[in-house]
């Protein structure tokens, strides 16, 4: 170099960003001020060193691995004669004993460049860094709360007394919660990604696209099926009396649409055995010989036998059905001109209003 040429070392040290030069066995050779502000070291401290003795792993990080990766970078850089980019390393620097010494984490991108000589033959390698340390932990911190996020969710889900299907737009399953493990039968695994179709009968299955269709066209809170029998299909291809629930749910991905699905069986068998029972009484009640009459809390007639019906005559198809007992025993007696049965029986209900 002439005296009147280029300084190549002030301008390597003056480049903005973070580089060394390393020897072929690693040695520094140059340090950009950069990098020597962003790993707190002097250049008179680290130029002529070996790499790794400069740098070495955090001892008190077990699962420290920038030396080994560093290193298996520089050497790919020789065997190859070309660039190499390395992922995200964490490689904590060690701190001056001014600065309290011990090590502090941070984490790097580096990219490793070899330099040629005049004669084709690799000279040395220029490693560069960018410290990306703030990032990393901004990263983090978003995934941390998004996870901490996604566990409130899902606590909050797997609390809710219903089975919770999330569908998105392809109707594929993109949630579930532990009720609807139990209710149809499968592992939550076993559905994430599956095609809706997996959860419906056969008999549902071809207009099922068009009512997601117009959902998420007018999305909005509503039940589905108002006022017709919805049934679910089990893992084990029975199916299940259902009610279901549907309202928008806006994700990341877009637009979902969350399904609150309650099963109904036990209500079901609790209706046939009301109806049942109510068939069995009926044919009870009708058998007695005497005239029988059963009434609600309000009064009102509920069933009577047809010995009852042929006392009351034709009262039964006006006055009576659907008024109280009151109402009803006024009117019958009224009707057969029992006027002072009847008055008796308003001065005993006044009777017995008074002593209440």
Request: hydrophobic share 40%; net charge negative.
């Amino acid at each position: 170099m002439t005296t009147d040429g280029p300084d190549f070392r002030l301008l390597f040290q003056a480049v903005p960003g973070c580089c060394l030069a390393l020897d072929l066995d690693f040695t520094i050779r140059a340090a950009s001020d950069s990098y020597l502000a962003a790993t707190m070291t002097r250049r008179e401290a680290i130029v002529g060193r070996a790499l790794f003795d400069v740098f070495p792993d955090n001892p008190n990080d077990a699962e420290a691995t920038g030396v080994a990766n560093l290193r298996a970078s520089l050497e790919r850089v020789l065997a190859r004669r070309l660039p190499d980019t390395m992922a995200v390393q964490k490689y904590d620097i060690r701190r001056a004993e001014s600065e309290g010494g011990g090590f502090e984490e941070r984490h790097w991108s580096p990219v490793n460049f070899p330099v040629f000589a005049d004669d084709g033959r690799v000279a040395y390698i220029l490693h560069t860094v960018e410290d990306v340390t703030n990032l990393v932990r901004l990263q983090e911190g978003s995934a941390k709360e998004r996870a901490r996020s996604e566990e409130r969710y899902s606590q909050l889900l797997n609390a809710a007394p219903d089975a919770i299907v999330v569908v998105a737009a392809d109707r594929r399953i993109d949630l579930v919660n532990a009720q609807a493990e139990r209710l149809f039968g499968y592992a939550r695994s076993e559905l994430i990604d599956q095609h809706l179709d997996i959860l419906l009968p056969e008999q549902y299955r071809q207009g099922h696209g068009e009512h997601i269709k117009r959902f998420f066209a007018t999305p909005g809170a509503r039940p589905m099926g108002s006022g017709l029998e919805l049934f679910a299909r089990r893992k084990d291809g029975t199916q299940v009396p259902i009610e279901v629930s549907l309202s928008p749910l806006q994700t990341a991905q877009g637009m979902t649409v969350s399904a609150a699905i309650r099963d109904i069986r036990e209500r079901k068998r609790m209706e046939s055995a009301a109806k049942l029972l109510a068939d069995r009484l009926a044919s009870a009640v009708d058998s007695i010989q005497d005239g029988f009459a059963l009434f609600d809390a309000g009064d009102r007639l509920v069933l009577c036998n047809s010995v009852y019906r042929r006392m009351v005559g034709g009262a039964l198809d006006g006055a009576v059905v659907g008024k109280s007992y009151v109402e009803g025993l006024d009117a019958w007696l009224a009707d057969l001109r029992f006027e002072d049965e009847a008055e008796r029986q308003r001065s005993r209900r006044a009777r017995l209003a008074s002593r209440e």
